[in-house]
């Protein structure tokens, strides 16, 4: 190969002995470009495009914080949003590798450096790279984040989906049962340069034991009784696109160890068989376990959790989500009139109260099941609390305005007064009364008087 037909590597870097490593680990597959700090590489790369850049975070002029580093990385995403960028650092805490993905790095290589694993990755964002590149030239933005909501806290679900797609990082998505896990899996495979390959989702809890490493890694033939053929894996499957690991918690311990040396890799062995083979798939993760809690009590690898949650988005629950909720049911609404041929639906002021009043247990998949029955059962176009189960929601009684004074004063009397422990005097002060006001009060609305 011609050295005009090489993908471009700018190393930034001042250290050497790793820039001979990194020359000869890289120099015939790639057009190696080497500089030392965050001015001169922005330089070379305005003069020479690259595909993909190596940098150490710690750079002159303060080579013992990662703020160089960093600052590199914004600056050069900010200059051309294709290239790729991994880190390179001395640091191995998980935190380093968090911030260096969380200014855009699609990688992190903790020193000393293992040539293998630098080669892979380089030959994977610099694949990348010529992916994002054809991607921008047929689209002149990205397209919107298709997960449902727009509230603060799902704005930046999508912010942070945005970013990370663009990405190989691994991604670890945290959630409780029902609150779209696959859903932000799926945007983050379809923003992504993958998405013209397979979206493949497994899910690990429903998976005997005994089946689960041959369901992903693939077995050979003769591999164990009734492994009649050989058989590809879901990893293998999922080869140029998105493998979704869903309660990736209740994966044991034996193949975490074989998940850890793929994400490490990229290469497995399917059960039974003694070839490495490369397969380029990336992986995404999701649970609603406390996963802090399994590595404490040994049921889930360390290692396993920093490799795989270089990224992490935490999804909140519905019954957080305030208004949301109805935006969510009302566009249900539409999506499942249209299938059933029901169009012009709409929720009543009962029902939506009644929405907003839910705990929501089950989350966004109970939502959607409560909106697809009343779909189904409404006799009229308008949707009440009885067509989606749900119990409307008594109004209060009116009551007069001093009804209403007397119940506001006792909750404030109350919360001074246990907020100070019983004491009338500073009781008082703090509702700005007097010491014989505030016994007086007390005995009108029926309170007891401290002791």
């Known amino acids: 190969m011609e050295n005009a037909e ?74 051309d949003p294709a290239i790729r960028v991994i880190a390179l650092s001395g640091q191995t805490a998980p935190e380093q590798a968090a911030s260096a993905v969380g200014h855009g790095a699609c990688d992190f290589l903790a020193k000393p450096i293992d040539p293998e694993e630098l080669r892979s990755l380089v030959r994977r964002a610099c694949r990348a790279a010529r992916w994002e590149r054809e991607y921008l030239a047929r689209l002149p933005s990205l397209a919107p984040v298709p997960l449902g909501g727009g509230g603060p806290a799902m704005q930046t679900v999508a912010s942070t989906v945005r970013k990370v797609a663009a990405s190989e990082a691994p991604v670890l998505i945290l959630g409780e049962s029902g609150t779209g896990k696959e859903m932000t899996a799926r945007a983050i495979h379809d923003l992504g340069p993958r998405r013209a390959g397979p ?88 649970t609603n376990a406390d996963l802090q809690r399994g590595m404490r009590e040994g049921t889930f690898r360390e290692d396993f959790f920093y490799r795989l949650a270089v990224v992490r988005i935490a999804l909140p629950p519905l019954r957080d989500r305030g208004e949301e909720v109805v935006t969510l ?54 949707i009440e609390p009885s067509d989606l189960e749900l119990i409307a929601q008594e109004k209060p009684a009116a009551a007069s305005l001093r009804d209403a004074r007397d119940s506001l004063e006792r909750d404030l009397i109350r919360r001074s007064l246990d907020k100070h422990a019983g004491r009338i005097a500073p009781a008082a002060a703090e509702l700005g009364i007097s010491r014989p006001t505030l016994y007086e009060r007390l005995d009108r609305l029926g309170l007891p008087r401290p002791s």
């Not at 700090?37 to 495009?49: G, H, S, Y």
């Not at 490495?276 to 993760?285: F, G, H, K």
């Not at 639906?345 to 909106?371: C, D, F, K, M, Y």
Request: net charge neutral; proline share 5%.
């Open 6 to 79: 090489k993908p471009g590597v700018l190393i930034v870097d001042d250290d050497e002995a790793l820039l001979t490593q990194l020359r000869w680990s890289l120099g015939d597959e790639y057009r190696i470009n080497v500089e030392k700090d965050r001015i001169a590489a922005m330089a070379a790369l305005r003069e020479t495009p690259a595909a993909a850049v190596l940098l150490d975070l710690g750079l002159p002029p303060d080579p013992a914080s990662p703020a160089e580093g960093l600052a590199l990385i914004a600056a050069i995403l900010r200059q």
């Open 199 to 286: 979206f493949v989702a497994i899910n690990c809890s429903a998976i005997p034991e005994t089946l689960i490493e041959s369901e992903l890694f693939g077995h050979e033939r003769g591999a164990f009784t009734g492994a009649h053929q050989q058989r590809r894996g879901r990893v293998e499957s999922a080869a140029g696109g998105t493998l979704f690991l869903d309660e990736i918690g209740d994966v044991p311990l034996g193949v975490q160890v074989k998940l850890l040396r793929f994400l490490q890799e990229q290469t497995i062995q399917r059960v039974g068989g003694r070839t490495e083979l490369a397969v380029d798939t990336r992986v995404i993760a999701a």
């Open 329 to 382: 049911a009302r566009t249900f609404l539409g999506r499942f009139g249209e299938e059933q041929g029901r169009r012009g639906l709409r929720l009543s002021e009962a029902a939506e109260e009644t929405l907003r009043a839910h705990p929501w247990p089950g989350n966004i998949r109970e939502l959607q099941n409560r909106v697809r029955r009343a779909v189904i059962m409404a006799e009229s176009r308008r």
